[in-house]
């Protein structure tokens, strides 16, 4: 399939559930793609611009319940797409990130349904420690990773194609399978190249 077929079914995508807690997501059947990042990335507005859809990862954001997971149902329910809460809200006393970091690595390293890991990162300031973090699990876990470079529009052309060379320098370093592109919401930039990733990996070309 192509990235236009893979659009089409990316496009119906529907909210699923939220949940406290990884110990309570669906059933560990089927593909899943995660979406993960700190908070203020851009995850919920990549979302809601790859499934052309304003409000979509938005709709259970509601305060106090920023920490939920939330599951999204691609086509079918057996192809998930799952946004992860990041760190770095100050108001979450240190326990509970430890413990939400402990989840984090299980879900990553211990996931069947699981093909790959999409990280955002603000083009500004790339690959900062909990992306690395991300990126230790990943490897951990043997998941691809395909990064985001988002909010593309913030840079200048030839300032955005020198970070993408830097990152991808640092990234080569690691030792993972991994791939990388540009993204802006703002500007609708990379939805093609995110949909063929996230097509294959959800074996969308499967779905009857
Ligand atoms: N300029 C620009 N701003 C963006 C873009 N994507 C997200 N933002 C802004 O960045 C902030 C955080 O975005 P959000 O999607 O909520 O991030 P999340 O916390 O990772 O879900 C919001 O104010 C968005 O409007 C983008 O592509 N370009
Ligand atoms: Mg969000």
């Known amino acids: 399939m192509n990235t236009t077929d893979y659009q089409k079914i990316i496009r119906q995508t529907t909210f699923a559930l939220s949940a406290p807690t990884l110990k309570l997501c ?20 990549a979302i809601n611009t790859i499934t052309h859809q304003k409000q979509l990862a938005r709709s259970s954001k509601t305060p106090g319940r920023t920490q939920m997971i939330n599951f999204f149902h691609v086509g079918d329910p057996s192809r998930r797409m799952v946004d992860l809460p990041g760190y770095g809200y100050a108001q979450v006393p240190e326990g ?27 083009i500004r300031h790339p690959l900062k420690y909990f992306d690395e973090q991300m990126l230790h699990w990943a490897k951990d876990g043997k998941l691809p990773v395909h990064i985001l470079l988002t909010k593309s529009d913030k840079l200048k052309f030839g300032a955005s194609k020198t970070a ?14 991994f791939s990388i592109q540009l993204f802006s919401a703002l500007n609708k930039i990379g939805i093609d190249e995110l949909s063929q990733v996230m097509g294959d990996w959800l074996d969308l070309a499967s779905i009857q």
């Open 26 to 45: 669906p059933d560990d059947t089927g593909f899943e793609v995660a979406f993960a990042g700190r908070s203020n990335a851009g995850k919920s507005s």
């Open 164 to 177: 993408l060379l830097n990152t991808e320098k640092q990234l080569k370093k690691l030792g993972l399978p």
């Open 96 to 122: 509970m990130k430890i413990k939400w970091q402990k989840e984090l690595e299980d879900y990553l390293v211990n996931r069947q349904s699981l093909t790959g890991l999409i990280l955002l990162t603000d």
